[in-house]
């Protein structure tokens, strides 16, 4: 997960009562994975109603900051009193963590721990992650009733942050639920999708979604263990199998993007980038180079100071878009999802765009601004992802 300048970056679990040995990292594709999500069924078939395997939807609120949508929020209701928590879906993260009632500048974001919830147990495993644009969050890895759309996961492990440093702290969302894999997970465990999953409560371990522009009205969604056909154009429809780079075991989900072109002029010298698909990123993140290549294609953008690389201003009002070609099909951005926040100490009418070069990126990371434009999914079992175009007329 990664915010924007004025946002930041962001960013499950293993049942106490499956008692799985702590080096379980990861739900593992192949027989193996069979061997588990069958170990782990049955083991929770004691504690679900039994009930075929159905996919559960979670409606999509955008984050705003200054009418840019930031990130989107799910509800999820956790412990004994099953209280709303309203968690960032991150699919550039592995696990769900959400906030101590005893944690430091906890402020009005909704909390967990003994006094809250009796079922809640604390573990003396740690937890703490950071994220690329300098947040932290420390704390214990817990166990409790965990509800994702009226279905209980019982004892889930979990993340408990104390203390949260950084951008993310001025954001009100009450933690992370991310859809990455759990190879690299911080709880060590699996995610709720794949929990849901072995559980047979979902389908699969899947997960369809619907980024929504929501000034168009739209809400969107996230499908747990399956895809919404109504959605999005099936005969049009791309699947590609993610990426393998050296840095594969940290749980993304990649693709390769074989060119870029701008008002269908190809942008030279960008070809065959591999990048990281991110629903928590309220940006499209890449190499600095390639960000000047990109927006050398713009007559009107103006260099802007990034920490950490280089940034654009270009027109609050700009026509411009951008195509992505990613497995053998070109996707097209929309030239509104490229307009940020104003700037107007860069001049009247001067917005930042949503293009940010990073100057020791090696890959991308592909964000919101893409990522409203297509109708995607990930599929963790068979590590896979899919792109398809919006159905004509949806409205989530």
């Known amino acids: 997960m990664q915010f924007s300048s004025s946002f930041g970056a962001l960013l499950s679990s293993v049942l106490l009562a499956i008692s799985m040995p702590s080096a379980i990292n990861a739900l593992p594709t192949g027989a193996r994975a069979t061997q588990v999500y069958c170990f782990l069924a049955k083991r929770l078939s004691h504690n679900l109603t039994a009930r075929a395997p159905t996919p559960i939807r979670l409606g999509l609120q955008p984050i705003f900051d200054a009418n840019y949508e930031q990130g989107y929020t799910a509800s999820i209701n956790i412990g004994t009193n099953a209280a709303v928590f ?58 409790d009733n965990v509800k994702v759309g009226g279905q ?10 104390s203390s949260v440093e950084g951008k993310i702290t001025k954001q009100d969302f009450d933690g992370v639920m991310g859809f990455g894999k759990s190879t690299a997970s911080d709880v060590k465990g699996p995610t709720v999708v794949e929990a849901l999953a072995a559980a047979k409560v979902i389908p699969a371990a899947i997960s369809g979604w619907r980024i929504a522009r929501h000034a168009e009205g739209d809400i969107g969604e996230v499908l747990l263990g399956a895809v919404n056909t109504q959605l999005f154009d099936s005969a049009r429809k791309v699947t590609m199998k993610n990426v393998v780079t050296d840095e594969s075991g940290d749980g993304f989900f990649r693709m390769t993007i074989s060119s870029v072109s701008v008002d269908g002029a190809a942008v030279d010298n960008v070809a065959n980038s591999v990048g990281v698909v991110d629903a928590g990123t309220s940006a499209i993140y890449l190499p600095g180079d390639d960000a000047i290549e990109i927006m050398a294609h713009f007559p009107e953008a103006v260099p802007v100071p990034f920490p950490g690389g280089i940034g654009f201003a270009i027109p609050c009002d700009n026509q411009q878009g951008i195509s992505l070609t990613i497995g053998g099909t070109a996707w097209p951005i929309d030239p509104r999802d490229l307009v940020a926040f104003a700037l107007p100490r860069i001049g009247e009418n001067m917005c930042r765009c949503a293009i940010v070069g990073e100057e020791d990126a090696t890959q ?33």
Do not use: C, Q
Not at 93 to 116: K, Q, Y
């Open 86 to 143: 309203n968690v960032l879906v991150d699919s550039g993260s592995h696990e769900l963590w959400v906030m101590s009632e005893d944690a430091e500048g906890l402020g009005s974001r909704n909390s967990i721990g003994e006094t809250s919830s009796t079922s809640f147990r604390r573990s003396d495993d740690p937890f703490n992650t950071g994220y690329e644009e300098g947040s932290f969050v420390d704390g214990f890895v817990a166990t």
């Open 364 to 396: 991308w990371v592909i964000g919101i601004p893409f990522l409203k434009n297509v109708y995607h999914s990930l599929d963790v079992a068979n590590d896979a992802i899919m792109l398809a175009p919006l159905a004509g007329g949806v409205a989530v």
């Open 152 to 161: 209980t996961l019982p004892t889930f492990r979990f993340g408990v942050a």
